[in-house]
């Protein structure tokens, strides 16, 4: 019988459980701006809250863990894709928030950084243009921000390197203008 069941965990393997450190957090944030904006660049240093569920995904998070609280996830040839759906993040901008992984490394490694998609071309534009306002907001403003309010669509990053972290704005062109928002650890 031993050597039955020895076969099959061999054969069918059992699936690893993956858990999301409990790392400690502040939430709510203080009305002051400037306690608030340290709180949060605190919490970045460690991580991603999603303040609308109060969800904190530390640093140390292994990607399989994601698979708890995904709404959807996707596998595709060389990635795996989780949509953690609409969530609140950086002192109350909302995004619909997703996590890439590629295939070449297990599930066990940390996550890097959450990302969001804001769209292509002019609405992708328009997206950026209030991301950037939320994000300056409760960052402040870059020095050298070109992006300007019009209709020009704009290719380039704007990068507010808070510590050990960064929050990017992106804007690329790849058969069309691409925007995205990226979250997460400087290299």
Not at 69 to 85: C, F, N, S, T, V
Not at 158 to 182: M, P, R, S
Request: include cysteine.
């Amino acid at each position: 019988m031993s050597f039955l069941y020895d076969l099959k965990r061999s054969i069918f393997p059992k699936k690893e459980e993956y858990a999301i450190p409990q790392v400690p957090f502040t939430f709510p944030y203080s009305e002051d701006k400037n306690t608030r904006k340290a709180q949060i660049i605190s919490n970045l240093q460690n991580s991603i809250l999603f303040e609308d569920t109060g969800i904190f995904l530390p640093r140390n998070t292994p990607y399989g863990a994601l698979d708890k609280i995904a709404e959807h996830k996707r596998e595709m040839g060389d990635r795996i894709i989780w949509y953690l759906g609409h969530r609140t993040i950086l002192g109350g901008y909302r995004c619909h928030a997703t996590v890439m992984m590629w295939r070449t490394g297990p599930l066990s490694s940390p996550i890097r950084q959450i990302e969001e998609t804001l769209g292509h071309d002019h609405e992708g534009h328009q997206n950026l243009l209030a991301a950037r306002a939320a994000i300056t907001a409760t960052f402040g403003e870059l020095k050298g921000d070109d992006v300007g309010s019009g209709n020009d669509l704009y290719l380039g990053s704007l990068n507010w390197a808070l510590g050990d972290c960064h929050v990017t704005l992106v804007g690329i062109e790849q058969f069309a203008y691409k925007y995205f928002l990226h979250v997460g650890l400087s290299d």
